[in-house]
């Protein structure tokens, strides 16, 4: 039997079974290797210029230290290119928002002014960071930079017991924790897929970005760009510590080397970026004008609307109720009751914390979020709520993915339960030590 | 290729490693004492920036030594990298121009020169070396010795 009959047996009895694609790639590699010591001859080295390129990006010490730059480069480009468009489409909202107010019925003016325009309105003007980021990740996807960067990653996961492949679900997470979730099917053996899937909610979601950029652009607007990529480093540093408590505690050690196939770099195309980024970021349009757009008028309803009907101060409001039971909890990281409850609603889709925060500003006062936010919130606290975002309860989709991926409720918990006291931490710890360096 | 063409390369990429390498260090400094300069703002990340691409140079130059080929691939990266931080500095540029010219509050005191940073007036440098290293583009040998 020839080594090309023996290779297409094996995939024939593996095709339809995704678990055995490692034992396949193995064998693959085993037969190329035979075929090669029968058929090549050593010459001249030949170099490709992925070649070329791999020699630097795969290196041993520089590797992650050009991730790093790669990924900073891509959020700096995410805040600061989309900056201005944000003001653009801020000032349209506001513009319209001054034009319904003057509807002569006020329950409806304020629904429109202050539920629905401050509220998907306010969500709509975060589309350019979000399209932004996407098209700096089909850009990274396309010139085939992305699967490297498992690559490099891949020695540090394996020191702390990991599998490299973890990172390739763990990337996906930067777009959609749901996505992320769903991809730990692709990592080799039970343990290491549960902990991937355990820990892939704490990588930053597009979902998160808009706060990050409100908050940051509002309390250090100086470095705003390298505050958010600071957050989704922490994000990869968390899914990475927590990874290995898991594997140290909850699993048995099982680790294997990482195979891939690296594709060839590649110019990325214009249009195959845009077309990918607008894929991806329709979805985003989408959740805005249904669910996000059904959340506003709920949330509109609960901050107009108290036990003595409409038109009350928000004090007195239902959400202020819900809010200020709960807000005590809070209160050592400095998170008032509006935090608190749009908190909450961040449960149903984290883009809802700041459409939440927009609205309940909004019929609170006049005053824009921004100065809201100045007056009512330190910088430090600012900090402990982005990394309290990031790090908290997964939304409701992305909880639904982690039961259907395990087939239990038990795993469903723990992620859920985990990610609270992590992020409570977390955020408390930020407060401590904002309180030592900044007082 | 001849040695000297070699030499003067090695010697090239040792420059405008050192030199990525100093200013980051003179950035990482000036933000420590908080003492702005124009043309070097107080960005301890971009600096970290600066310290990478000249990391990826100079660790070229030990390859060179070795193979003069393999080093190029370093100069390479680190011209790409250099591109990127400059690219990335001129959309920021371009977007605070848009903002300027469109009169928004938050831009009614933008000056160009804010923006300018050392990934800005360093690029020259890099394309200078790059341009330089073309001629040991170990791809381009090939394509020639093989037609």
Redesign the interface.
Same mark, same amino acid.
């Given at each position: 039997m020839t080594s090309y009959e023996q290779s297409t047996e094996l995939e024939e009895d593996f095709i339809d079974d995704s678990d055995n694609q490692i034992i396949l790639a193995d064998e693959r590699y085993r037969i190329i290797g035979d075929i090669l010591c029968e058929a090549y001859e050593p010459g001249k080295e030949?170099?490709?210029?992925s070649d070329?390129?791999d020699?630097?990006?795969l290196?041993k010490?520089?590797g992650i230290?050009?991730f790093?730059?790669?990924m900073?480069?891509m959020f700096?480009?995410t805040f600061?290119?989309?900056?201005?468009?944000m003001?653009?489409i801020q000032?349209s909202f506001n513009w319209l928002g001054d034009l319904v107010s003057q509807i002569p019925i006020p329950w409806l003016a304020s629904l429109l002014s202050n539920g629905i325009i401050a509220g998907v309105g306010f969500i709509l003007s975060f589309v350019p960071p979000v399209f932004f980021l996407y098209l700096a990740i089909s850009i990274l996807e396309d010139t085939g930079y992305l699967s490297r960067a498992a690559f490099v990653m891949d020695r540090m996961m394996v020191k702390m017991g990991l599998h490299g492949r973890s990172f390739i679900p763990l990337l996906l997470g930067f777009g959609c924790s749901v996505a992320a979730v769903m991809a730990a099917r692709t990592v080799e053996g039970r343990a290491n897929r549960y902990t991937t899937i355990l820990v892939s909610p704490l990588m930053s979601c597009a979902g998160r970005l808009p706060l990050y950029v409100l908050i940051a652009g509002i309390f250090f607007p100086t470095?705003a760009g390298?505050i958010v990529?600071l957050m989704y480093i922490l994000g990869i540093v968390m899914a990475i510590i927590m990874a290995s408590i898991f594997k140290k505690t909850l699993f048995e050690e099982e680790t294997s080397p990482l195979l891939m196939e690296l594709s060839m770099y590649q110019v990325p195309t214009l249009h195959g970026a845009v077309h990918h980024m607008w894929e991806r970021g329709v979805l985003f349009l989408r959740q805005a004008g249904t669910y996000l757009l059904a959340g506003s008028i709920v949330i509109w309803v609960l901050s107009s609307f108290g036990p003595n009907g409409f038109g009350v101060p928000i004090q007195e409001s239902f959400v202020s109720i819900v809010g200020q039971f709960v807000q005590p909890l809070f209160a050592p990281l400095g998170f008032d009751w509006r935090i608190v409850v749009a908190l909450i609603f961040g449960f149903m889709a984290k883009e809802a914390v700041v459409q939440s925060l927009a609205i309940i500003y909004s019929v609170q006062s006049e005053t824009a979020i921004a100065a809201s936010l100045l007056a009512n919130i330190s910088p430090v606290t600012a900090l402990a709520l982005m990394v309290f975002v990031l790090l908290y309860v997964p939304c409701i989709a992305t909880i639904g993915a982690i039961r259907s991926e395990t087939d239990s409720w038990k795993w469903t918990a723990l992620t859920i339960s985990y990610q609270m006291v992590l992020a409570y931490l977390m955020a408390g710890l930020v407060v401590f030590l904002g309180g030592i360096f900044v007082g | 290729m001849d040695n000297g063409n070699g030499y003067r390369l090695t010697l090239l990429t040792a420059i405008i490693g050192l030199l990525y390498i100093v200013v980051g260090t003179i950035q990482e400094i000036l933000f420590v004492i908080q003492y702005p300069v124009f043309g070097i703002p107080l960005?301890p /990340?971009q600096a970290l920036?600066l310290l @990478?691409?000249g990391?990826?140079y100079l660790?070229g130059i030990n390859h060179m030594r070795i193979k003069l080929?393999?080093g190029?691939?370093?100069v390479?990266?680190g011209s790409i990298?250099a591109g990127? /931080?400059f690219i990335?500095q001129i959309? @920021?540029i371009g977007?605070?121009a848009?903002?300027w010219f469109?009169q928004?509050e938050?831009?009614s005191g933008w000056t160009i020169w804010q923006d300018i940073t050392p990934s800005i007036w360093l690029f020259p440098f890099a394309m200078v070396l790059l341009i330089y290293a073309k001629t040991f583009d170990?791809?381009k040998t090939?394509h020639k010795e093989e037609t």
């Open positions: 030949k170099w490709t210029l070329m390129l020699k630097v990006f290196h010490y520089l230290p050009i790093l730059v790669i900073w480069a700096h480009f600061q290119a989309s900056v201005v468009f003001v653009i000032n470095i390298t990529f | 960005d /990340i920036l @990478v691409v990391a990826v660790t080929e393999e190029y691939a370093f390479l990266v990298l990127l /931080i990335l959309i @920021v977007t605070n848009l903002g469109l928004l938050d831009w170990p791809l090939r």
